[in-house]
T-cell receptor
Framework: NASVTQTPKFQVLKTGQSMTLQCAQD?????MYWYRQDPGMGLRLIYYSASEGTTDKGEVPNGYNVSRLNKREFSLRLESAAPSQTSVYFC???????????FGEGSWLTVV | QQQVKQSPQSLIVQKGGIPIINCAYE??????FPWYQQFPGKGPALLIA?????SEKKEGRFTISFNKSAKQFSLHIMDSQPGDSATYFC???????????FGTGTRLTIIP
């Protein structure tokens, strides 16, 4: 089955530590996204990539960096984690029209 | 900036009832309105979508009603079942635009 795979599923970090969330899709999609989901806030776009080698800031990019390694992979890096970055992170992908966005199963990140 | 307002935040309905979730948008240029369904521990998945050239769209037990003049749209679930218990997100964008603006989500519980 076609899918968006993200790792790790769960992670606990100490304030100031760094980590990278990995994401890969096997649907040959051009566009990839990183969202965060917080209670009462819905899904907020962190970063977006329309194609390999291009990235664009979303609604809440501060404290994050991304890398579109190739067409399949899009990683999200926290350079110096803060408690405010405790959240569930979703990677997603779509064809360029964006009419259907396919989400991964999420990565639960806790920063203590 | 919250451009899509969703209500209620949570909803409990008895089996067989018709839960209704409402969304209002601000940007009059938006012309694509999808709904996503998210089960616990999973990523959101596209449920149904509408464009403003029609006032209603049905897919099985799910119906979107759209009121362009009021800038509102809603999701109705006919003959609701416990298996419909999930979080529902409305969203809006320009058709073909890859960046969706999501509502804050509604946690729906269908009790037997």
């Amino acid at each position: 089955n076609a899918s968006v795979t993200q790792t790790p599923k769960f992670q606990v970090l100490k304030t100031g530590q760094s980590m990278t969330l990995q994401c890969a899709q096997d649907m040959n999609h051009n566009s990839m996204y990183w969202y965060r989901q917080d209670p009462g806030m819905g899904l907020r776009l962190i970063y977006y990539s329309a194609s390999e080698g291009t990235t664009d800031k979303g609604e809440v990019p501060n404290g994050y960096n991304v890398s579109r390694l190739n067409k399949r992979e899009f990683s999200l890096r926290l350079e110096s984690a803060a408690p405010s970055q405790t959240s569930v992170y979703f990677c997603a992908s779509s064809y360029r029209d964006g009419n259907t966005i396919y989400f991964g199963e999420g990565s639960w990140l806790t920063v203590v | 900036q919250q451009q899509v307002k969703q209500s209620p935040q949570s909803l409990i309905v008895q089996k067989g009832g018709i839960p209704i979730i409402n969304c209002a948008y601000e940007n009059t240029a938006f012309d694509y309105f999808p709904w996503y369904q998210q089960f616990p521990g999973k990523g959101p998945a596209l449920l149904i979508a509408i464009r403003p050239d029609v006032s209603e769209k049905k897919e099985g037990r799910f119906t979107i009603s759209f009121n362009k003049s009021a800038k509102q749209f809603s999701l109705h679930i006919m003959d609701s079942q416990p298996g419909d218990s999930a979080t529902y997100f409305c969203a809006a964008t320009l058709f073909g635009n890859e960046k969706l603006t999501f509502g804050t989500g509604t946690r729906l519980t269908i009790i037997p």
